[in-house]
C-alpha cells in the first residue's frame, strides 16, 4: 500500500513540474489582421443589438405609459358617465336657453320676410356674400366695447382660438381686408349669437339672425348714409309692422358734446355704453351708472342730461349749432353739419315724418365713427294703444311669462358709419370707409307672429299646386304617371303614400293644407284618356285630356 501511495506522489509531482516548467510552456501566438477586423465586426453587432433592444425597451415603456393614460382617462369618462346620460338620471329635451324650434307656419312666415328684405337690398344693388359662423378669436376682440363680455368663445379644438360671431361686420371688415376690397355694396343675412340675457317675449335670443346691407368705399359725405336710412325705412313699410321712427346721431357730435361737459377723453367710450341703455332706462338710473359706477362728477353728468333729452329734426340743428359750448368744440361742430347735411337727405327720400334727430342715441359699439342710427317701433302687440295683442312665445313647449318692460319692443334696425374698421384688420393699416345698416329681424318676427295668431289667420305651409287623388283602388302606378308628367312640366304636385287611400280623406288632405286643385283619377275617365280636375275651394269639376292637362293647371292657377 506504502507502495502504492509512493508512485501515486511520484507521478502527481512529474505531472506539476512538467506543467510548471517555463522551458516547456507553449508561448501564445500573437492575432492576425484577419482575427482582428472579425473581432471588431462581432463587437460592433454586439453594440448595436444591445442599442436596438434599449431603443426597443424606451419605446415599450412610452407605449405602456400612454395606455395607462388612455386607461385613466376612459375610468374617469366612466365615472363622469361618458356620452350617454346614466341610466337612472331623467333626462329632459329641451332648447337651451335663449333658443328655440320653429314650427312650420313659423318658418313660412319667417321666409316671408326674409324674402321681402331681400328684395329691397337687390333693389339698391346689394351683392350677396356669406361668412364662417365662427371668427378667430382675436379677430372679434376689442371691436365691441362693453359687449364684448357676451362673445361665445368656442374651446382650442387643433391650434386656434376661435369665437362665435357676435354680428355680421366685424366678419364683413375682415374679409374686405382680407381680400384688398375697397368698394362693394353687400348684404348678408346669416345667425349671430351673444351671450345676453334673453327676453324671447320681446324677439331677445342668444342665437338669432341678422340682415345686414353695407356700402364701402370712398364718396362724398352723406350719400351712402342717407341711402342707408332709406333702406331701413323702406324694410319697415315693406313688412307693415306698424308705427316706427327712426332715431338719427351723429358720434362725433356725442364726442363734442362730452368734451364740452366735462368728460375725460379716457371715459367717452364708458359714458358713451351708459347713454346708450336711455332706450331702456330711465335718465335717473342712467345718472347714477355715471356717477356711482363709471365715476364721473355728478355736475358733468347733469349737463350731460340736459342734452340727451333732446330730439327733433332741422330745427334743433339750428338750435346746437348756435349753443356756445359745442360751438367751441370742433368734434361738436363737425357733427351737426354732418346731421344737417342728413337732415337735408332725408327730405329728398321723403323721410321727414320717419326721422327723428335724437341726441340720446348712442349705440355702445366701439367701432363707429360717423352718423348712427336706430329704427324703433312705437308700440308693441300688446301695449297700449298696439292694434294686436300679444300671443305667448313658446320656449320648449311652454309659454315664456311675458316681459314687464317697457312698452316698446325696442330697435329692429340700426347701424352707422364705421370708417376705420376695414384698417385694423391690414397690415398697412389701410382704411376702407363704410356704412351699413342691420336689420333686427327677431323681433319683427314676434310682432308679426303676434299679428297673425290674433287674426287667427293660418299660413299655408306649402307650395302644392295640385293633388292627385285616386276615387277607387288599384290606381297607385296610375297617379305615379300622372305625378311625373306634372313634375316633368314644373307643377308642384304630391299625392297619398297609401296603396288605396279612401277618396274622402284625399280631399280633406287638400282643404286642410290649402292645395288649391285636386285631380280625380277613375277607370273610366282614364279608359278614354281624361281625368276629373277639382277646384278644392268651390268644389267644382270639369273633365280634362291627360294631353292638356299641364296647360289646363297652370292656367287655372294664374285666374
Not at 513 to 540: F, N, W, Y
Request: net charge neutral.
Amino acid at each position: 500500500m506504502l507502495r502504492s501511495i509512493g508512485r501515486q506522489w511520484r507521478c502527481s509531482a512529474a505531472f506539476q513540474c512538467h506543467c510548471s516548467n517555463p522551458v516547456r510552456r507553449q508561448q501564445p501566438l500573437a492575432p492576425s489582421s484577419v482575427e482582428r477586423a472579425f473581432s471588431t465586426t462581432v463587437g460592433q453587432q454586439v453594440k448595436a443589438q444591445q442599442q436596438q433592444q434599449q431603443l426597443v425597451q424606451e419605446q415599450q415603456q412610452q407605449m405602456n405609459k400612454i395606455d395607462e393614460e388612455v386607461s385613466r382617462l376612459l375610468a374617469l369618462k366612466a365615472k363622469l358617465g361618458g356620452d350617454a346620460a346614466p341610466t337612472n338620471q331623467k333626462f329632459t329635451l329641451k332648447t337651451p336657453k335663449g333658443t328655440r324650434d320653429y314650427a312650420p307656419q313659423q318658418m313660412t312666415l319667417r321666409q316671408g320676410v326674409l324674402d321681402k328684405i331681400i328684395q329691397v337690398f337687390k333693389r339698391h344693388g346689394g351683392e350677396a356674400i356669406d361668412t364662417p359662423v365662427f371668427e378667430l378669436k382675436e379677430v372679434l376682440t376689442g371691436k365691441y366695447g362693453e359687449d364684448s363680455k357676451l362673445i361665445y368663445d368656442l374651446k382650442d379644438q387643433g391650434g386656434e382660438i376661435l369665437s362665435m360671431r357676435y354680428d355680421l361686420t366685424v366678419p364683413l371688415a375682415r374679409y374686405l381686408a382680407m381680400n384688398k376690397i375697397s368698394s362693394i355694396k353687400r348684404y348678408h343675412i346669416a345667425k349671430v349669437y351673444r351671450r345676453d340675457n334673453p327676453a324671447m317675449t320681446r324677439g331677445r335670443y342668444r342665437e338669432f339672425y341678422q340682415c345686414d346691407f353695407d356700402i364701402a368705399g370712398t364718396y362724398d359725405p352723406m350719400l351712402a348714409d342717407a341711402e342707408c336710412v332709406k333702406i331701413v325705412a323702406e324694410v319697415l313699410d315693406t313688412l307693415d309692422i306698424g308705427d316706427y321712427v327712426i332715431k338719427l346721431n351723429h358720434r362725433q357730435l356725442l364726442d363734442g358734446m362730452f368734451e364740452a361737459c366735462g368728460v375725460p377723453a379716457k371715459d367717452f367710450r364708458a359714458i358713451c355704453s351708459a347713454v346708450d341703455k336711455l332706450d331702456k332706462s330711465p335718465w335717473e338710473e342712467v345718472r347714477k351708472e355715471m356717477v356711482d359706477e363709471k365715476g364721473l362728477d355728478g355736475a358733468v353728468a347733469d349737463k350731460i342730461g340736459e342734452y340727451v333729452r333732446l330730439s327733433g329734426g332741422k330745427e334743433l340743428v339750428e338750435q346746437l349749432l348756435a349753443d356756445a359750448k359745442l360751438k367751441a368744440v370742433p368734434n361738436a361742430v363737425k357733427g351737426l353739419e354732418g346731421m344737417q347735411l342728413l337732415l337735408n337727405y332725408c327730405g329728398l327720400f321723403n323721410l321727414e315724418s320717419r326721422v327723428s334727430f335724437d341726441l340720446s342715441l348712442a349705440r355702445g359699439l366701439d367701432y363707429y365713427t360717423g352718423v348712427i342710427y336706430e329704427g324703433v317701433l312705437k308700440a308693441e302687440p300688446g301695449a297700449v294703444g298696439s292694434p294686436v295683442k300679444a300671443s305667448p312665445v313658446l320656449e320648449n313647449g311652454k309659454p315664456v311669462a311675458a316681459d314687464q318692460g317697457s312698452g316698446t319692443v325696442g330697435s329692429v334696425a340700426g347701424g352707422g358709419r364705421y370708417d376705420n374698421l376695414v384698417g385694423m384688420f391690414d397690415p398697412r393699416g389701410k382704411a376702407v370707409p363704410c356704412v351699413g345698416v342691420s336689420i333686427g329681424v327677431e323681433r319683427i318676427f314676434a310682432v308679426l307672429e303676434a299679428k297673425f295668431a290674433a287674426s287667427n289667420v293660418k299660413l299655408r305651409t306649402n307650395d302644392v299646386e295640385v293633388f292627385v287623388a285616386s276615387a277607387h283602388k288599384g290606381l297607385h302606378e296610375q297617379r305615379l304617371r300622372v305625378l311625373n308628367q306634372l313634375w316633368d312640366a314644373g307643377i308642384k304636385a304630391e299625392h297619398s303614400y297609401k296603396l288605396n287611400p279612401k277618396l274622402l280623406a284625399q280631399l280633406q288632405h287638400c282643404e286642410e293644407h290649402q292645395i288649391p286643385l285636386a285631380i280625380v283619377l277613375g277607370d273610366a275617365e282614364l279608359a278614354q284618356g281624361v281625368v276629373k280636375l277639382r277646384e278644392v275651394s268651390t268644389r267644382q269639376e270639369s273633365t280634362v285630356p291627360l294631353a292638356e292637362l299641364a296647360n289646363e293647371i297652370r292656367s287655372r292657377l294664374k285666374a
